[in-house]
């Protein structure tokens, strides 16, 4: 989970980027229609860029990886550590129960 918090709910991200995007041209520059429009809901130009570029990426417009295939490939790494951590703890139990049966007395 991401340790900053998300002040603006995902509605007004979207509404932002298609702003962005459907005024782009009345503005000399893409910079231009971001920093209007980040003035306009109140958030820092450099933010609603990354929103833009992050919705690009989303529909393919862009190169680089997905916000699905991220959250996913996180979730597996998650999941993979967790794995390796308690096999780690079943290593180690065998270990303990094996030498503790070596440790016991022979019984006939």
């Given at each position: 989970?991401?340790?900053?918090?998300?002040?603006?709910?995902?509605?007004?991200?979207?509404?932002?980027?298609?702003?962005?995007?459907?005024?782009?041209?009345?503005?000399?520059?893409?910079?231009?229609?971001?920093?209007?429009?980040?003035?306009?809901?109140?958030?820092?130009?450099?933010?609603?860029?990354?929103?833009?570029?992050?919705?690009?990426?989303?529909?393919?417009?862009?190169?680089?990886?997905?916000?699905?295939?991220?959250?996913?490939?996180?979730?597996?790494?998650?999941?993979?550590?967790?794995?390796?951590?308690a096999n780690e703890i079943l290593?180690?139990?065998?270990?303990y129960f094996a030498q503790a049966?070596?440790?016991?007395?022979?019984?006939?």
């Open positions: 989970m991401s340790k900053t918090t998300n002040k603006f709910a995902p509605e007004v991200r979207d509404r932002a980027v298609r702003m962005v995007f459907d005024h782009e041209r009345d503005h000399p520059s893409r910079w231009a229609a971001v920093v209007s429009i980040a003035e306009k809901i109140g958030c820092v130009p450099q933010t609603l860029l990354e929103w833009v570029k992050k919705a690009e990426v989303n529909s393919g417009k862009r190169a680089g990886v997905p916000t699905e295939v991220a959250d996913k490939l996180k979730a597996l790494e998650r999941e993979v550590r967790e794995l390796r951590q290593r180690k139990a065998s270990a049966e070596l440790d016991r007395p022979f019984r006939r």
